[in-house]
């Protein structure tokens, strides 16, 4: 997840510099709701402690509306 959001986050910026800029924020979708829910609450940080740095790059993005962060189900 933390990848593909750098990736995101890349492509976007590569996207504006050649004069193509978003306006909508790009899904990443997901299915796991327990990342979303951490994701979308940062009060739930003090019990996150162990999640690495790549959360704080998903957070960041998901605050800055470059991304949202739909949820689908396992199955599809």
Known sequence: MSATCSEITWLR????EMGYQQI?????????TSAIQIVA??????????????FHSIQKSF???S????HVSTDQ
């Open 24 to 32: 909508d924020p790009t899904p990443l979708h997901i299915d796991n």
């Open 63 to 65: 605050d800055n509306s």
């Open 67 to 70: 991304t949202r962060l739909p």
């Open 41 to 54: 609450n940062p009060f739930f940080h003090e019990r996150t402690k162990h999640i690495e740095v790549g």
């Open 13 to 16: 910026g590569l996207l504006s």
